[in-house]
């Protein structure tokens, strides 16, 4: 069983900048392919962005050039640094973890950018 724990959202204006975290329970950061996905209201949950084990990342192309997604395995932790955000940006965000048995979701944490 895997927990994973999402912080760092809030409020922020357009153009402004949030980086969200994930800590894992367990040590899998480094073993396994972790992403970030979005939900908007309304909406059905959205692709982000995703770190390989190796460190090789890919981007939505609404997020490409804005969003960078980072790792540090000794902290069991996952981050999505956000620049330039805009109120299309507004979701909750949630980190996901897929294992080979299965694949695990935080509880997510709410982006909102508005002024």
């Known amino acids: 069983q895997v927990q994973l724990v999402e912080s760092g959202g809030g409020l922020v204006q357009p153009g402004g900048s ?20 979005r939900q908007a209201p309304g909406k059905q949950r959205e692709y982000v962005a995703r770190i390989t084990s190796g460190g090789t990342t890919n981007y939505a192309d609404s997020v490409k050039g804005r969003f960078a997604i980072s790792k540090d395995n000794a902290k069991n932790t996952v981050y ?11 979701a909750v ?17 709410q982006v909102t950018v508005s002024s």
């Open 18 to 37: 949030l980086r969200l975290s994930c800590v894992a329970s367990r040590n899998i950061v480094g073993i396994y392919p972790m992403a970030w996905y």
């Open 93 to 109: 965000y949630y980190c996901n973890a897929k294992l080979t048995s299965r694949e695990y979701w935080g509880q997510g944490t």
């Open 80 to 90: 999505l640094q956000m620049t330039g955000l805009k109120p299309e940006d507004t």
